[in-house]
């Protein structure tokens, strides 16, 4: 958990109580990235390179050790509630 990109979307999920579809995951990330009020805030182009790097890496990552969940096909991300309490 060592990457800041980790703990915010960990962040997210448990204070939206999750699942999350992760478009809008990473668009709150986005706006805890940028310490802005809302992550329109953020442009576009930050935001989609945010979207892709939880996609393709940390998303995965935390899938691996068991923090998270991802249906690519619910378009869904929720916490592993057994591994986070």
Request: hydrophobic letters at 35%; a negative charge.
């Amino acid at each position: 958990m060592s990457h800041e990109r980790r703990r915010f979307a960990l962040y997210c999920l448990e204070r939206y109580h999750t699942p999350m579809a992760l478009a809008d995951l990473a668009d709150e990330v986005a706006r805890l990235e940028y310490d802005v009020d809302t992550f329109l805030q953020v442009s576009g182009e930050d935001v989609k390179e945010i979207y892709l790097d939880l996609y393709h890496s940390h998303i995965p990552k935390m899938v691996e050790v068991n923090l998270l969940e991802y249906s690519q096909e619910k378009d869904s991300v929720y916490l592993n509630r057994e591994s986070v309490h």
